[in-house]
């Protein structure tokens, strides 16, 4: 069992670093945290990866106050989505007609909801930004809906003002994520005692 869980908590990271690139490839608009990542990409003239990875550090630091723990999932979080996305971006050469793109940009939301369900039905506990949402939830009383909304927010328009890539693929995810998810987590959810946890799913970065 537990070496399944592994298998999965690890493709399923990866998969989600496959995904950043494809939205990076597609350049139609991404998700909020990675409008965010290319936004500082952008400024400090950085890899992908190597933002993802310096602020999911930054992210855990504020951990700290909130006395979130983290777990086997949240480090490999840190590191592997990063190191997977720059990897795949190596590989993934540039896109020109847009019918590809748009076809890439369809296919990067696919596999991200995939990956997410991997990842959180593995049951190695939650990446950093979702540990970030969850312990302002249990400190303030804020509701998970609400506190997400909030912090998704402003790092799409922190990264929109920094030049991060905001398009209709931002639209796109917003409205297609949480069903997708909810579609994938019962294909990849391991084990009775992580059934709390899928009560409020959320995206891995």
Request: proline residues 5%; contains cysteine; glycine residues 12%.
């Amino acid at each position: 069992m537990i070496a399944r869980r592994l298998l999965q908590l690890y493709i399923g990271l990866v998969l989600y670093g496959v995904s950043t690139a494809m939205f990076v490839r597609a350049n139609l608009g991404a998700d909020p945290w990675n409008v965010f990542h290319l936004g500082v990409a952008r400024i400090f003239s950085l890899d992908i990866g190597i933002v993802m990875i310096a602020v999911g550090v930054l992210v855990l630091l504020l951990w700290i106050p909130l006395r979130q723990k983290p777990g086997l999932g949240t480090i490999s979080n840190v590191i592997v989505i990063g190191l997977a996305a720059d990897a795949a971006l190596g590989l993934m050469p540039p896109v020109e007609p847009l019918v590809a793109r748009s076809l890439l940009l369809l296919a990067a939301i696919l596999v991200n909801a995939i990956a997410t369900g991997m990842y959180i039905g593995a049951g190695f506990g939650s990446g950093p930004r979702d540990g970030l949402m969850t312990g302002i939830n249990a400190r303030t009383g804020w509701s998970v809906r609400s506190v997400r909304t909030a912090i998704e927010l402003t790092v799409l328009l922190a990264g929109w003002l920094m030049g991060g890539t905001f398009g209709v693929g931002t639209v796109l995810y917003a409205l297609a994520i949480g069903p997708l998810i909810q579609l994938c987590l019962p294909w990849f959810h391991i084990g009775v005692q992580q059934k709390k946890s899928l009560v409020e799913p959320t995206v891995a970065p």
